[in-house]
């Protein structure tokens, strides 16, 4: 059965860690790989970082700059030429590719969403392999995707992808650093309710040239896996292991999906809007909204974080602090703090109007977690 397939490489595996020279047979190697699985009718993404990195080598820079503005003109110059490379490539296989630079906010607004998605619907009928990355040149700080292990899995549930391959300078993930801890334990398969009790000291960051960690890439598997994709990691100085990952053998790690939500526009609350803010919730509501399906209501939030508007997106966190779903608010921060811990029919008498009886609906609200 032909398959929806998105393919994230890092800084890492692109580039010499040292120099920052381009790993052209890396690079081959993973055309390669792509192109055939174009060939068997697959629909394949590539979300491809290394243009801040390939643009401090152009410009014969030793290190990744830390001033935004700089690190955005450099990504400017990157980008060009990685996409020369790309296309070169491909060309040589005769397989033709688009280039796609996203920033938040076409995410965040609703039709920009739906066009996104249809725009990669196109791309795929004409037969190319679009080529993803964040446009770092303009975008403001406040709204990046931060990462591109969060950008491809936001591409995933986007498209409604079957597999996420993020190719990284590790074959898989391990309960520890295998850098630092030599007898870290490796994990071969990660079920829904394990990632979602999931505690590794994964660190922060990978290498010079990066800006992905392993912590980046599991919440990226809470992202895509929460939509329904199921999601690898894997070596990526080895891209064939792609083909075999699909071929059932037991290489890198795998985190197996939830059951896809079927509503489009909740898949859009979810993973297209930023949260502006976060909602605290007790146990009670927590239990009603992850196993009953139920509203958010005023009488189960204990505290509010952030500064929002109606309308706005907010982070749900239960009584451990764990993310469990996220939605759209009826009132503001300010107003939902005045009403926490008590109930609706009280909400008129503490504002002086009431706009709605729920903080948020169960139509505005997506569960992130398993239901048990």
């Not at 491909?90 to 725009?119: D, H, K, W």
């Not at 791309?123 to 950008?151: C, H, Q, R, S, Y």
């Not at 990632?195 to 960690?213: M, N």
Request: with cysteine; charged share 20%; hydrophobic share 40%.
């Amino acid at each position: 059965m032909n398959q929806t397939i998105v393919v994230k490489i890092g800084t890492s595996s692109l580039t010499d860690p040292e120099t920052g020279h381009l790993a052209l047979s890396t690079i081959a190697a993973l055309v390669e790989v792509l192109t055939r699985l174009r060939a068997l009718g697959n629909r394949v993404v590539l979300v491809s970082s290394g243009a801040v990195g390939v643009g401090c080598r152009r410009l014969g820079m030793n290190e990744r700059p830390k001033k935004i503005a700089l690190k955005q003109a450099i990504a400017a110059v990157g980008q060009g030429r990685l996409i020369r490379v790309y296309d070169d490539l491909f060309s040589s296989l005769g397989q033709p590719i688009a280039q796609i630079l996203l920033t938040r906010p076409e995410l965040m607004e609703r039709n920009c969403y739906v066009n996104a998605y249809n725009t990669f619907q196109a791309l795929f009928e004409l037969g190319t392999i679009p080529i993803v990355n964040e446009n770092d040149t303009v975008a403001i700080d406040e709204l990046k995707f931060g990462d591109n292990d969060t950008l491809s899995a936001l591409v995933a549930s986007l498209i409604e992808a079957d597999w996420l391959f993020i190719l990284t300078d590790v074959d898989r993930l391990y309960n520890a650093d295998p850098r630092l801890v030599p007898d870290a334990r490796a994990i071969a398969v990660v079920s829904p309710t394990e990632l979602a009790e999931l505690s590794i000291d994964a660190g922060s960051s990978g290498s010079q040239w990066g800006t992905g960690g392993m912590a980046t890439k599991l919440a990226a598997a809470r992202i895509a896996t929460s939509a329904g994709v199921q999601m690898a990691i894997a070596r990526g100085r080895d891209p064939g292991n792609i083909l075999k990952i699909l071929n059932g053998e037991a290489i890198g790690t795998r985190f197996e999906p939830q059951t896809r939500s079927e509503n489009a526009r909740k898949r859009w609350i979810a993973y297209g809007l930023a949260p502006m803010g976060t909602i605290h919730v007790d146990s009670g509501a927590a239990r009603a909204i992850c196993q009953g399906g139920k509203s958010l209501l005023a009488a189960g939030i204990t505290r509010v974080e952030g500064d929002f508007s109606a309308s706005d997106s907010v982070r749900l966190l239960d009584t451990n602090g764990r993310e469990i779903a996220r939605g759209i608010v009826n009132y503001s921060s300010g107003e939902i703090d005045r009403v926490k811990g008590h109930h609706s029919d009280r909400i008129a008498d503490l504002l002086g109007y009431m706009d709605a009886e729920t903080i948020i609906h169960r139509d505005n609200l997506v569960v992130l977690v398993p239901s048990n």
